[in-house]
Nanobody, 121 residues
Framework: QVQLVESGGGLVEAGGSLRLSCAAS????????MGWFRQAPGKEREFVAT????????VYADSVKGRFTISRDNAKNTVYLQMNSLKPEDTAVYYC??????????????WGQGTQVTVSS
């Protein structure tokens, strides 16, 4: 079992930055690919970014490429999402997820409870 706890969400003006963190329990963190997803009101959950277990491979959604950066610190069992140049359309609940293989679908094995990000115009 892996438990995930996100933090770092909040209210920010357009053009601002936030860094989300996701702390994971367990001793096998580096064996999991980690992903960030988001869900806006009335919309389906969508892929944002993912990183492989050792951090050698990353994949981003086109909508965030060049603005968001995913990283991980396996010594701290934590994955991060640095979000720059935020736009109102980035407003959503952001979820981190852990899975055995890197991917852009929602078929990850474990999910956090989510953290709200609100970008004002």
């Amino acid at each position: 079992q892996v438990q995930l706890v996100e933090s770092g969400g909040g209210l920010v003006e357009a053009g601002g930055s936030l860094r989300l963190s996701c702390a994971a329990s367990g001793r096998t963190f580096s064996s999991y690919a980690m992903g960030w997803f988001r869900q806006a009101p009335g919309k389906e959950r969508e892929f944002v970014a993912t990183i492989s277990g050792l951090g050698r491979r990353t994949v981003y959604a086109d909508s965030v490429k060049g603005r968001f950066t995913i990283s991980r610190d396996n010594a701290k069992n934590t994955v991060y999402l640095q979000m720059n140049s935020l736009k109102p359309e980035d407003t959503a609940v952001y979820y981190c997820a852990a899975g055995r293989t890197i991917g852009t679908g929602t078929d990850y094995d474990y999910w956090g409870q989510g953290t709200q990000v609100t970008v004002s115009s």
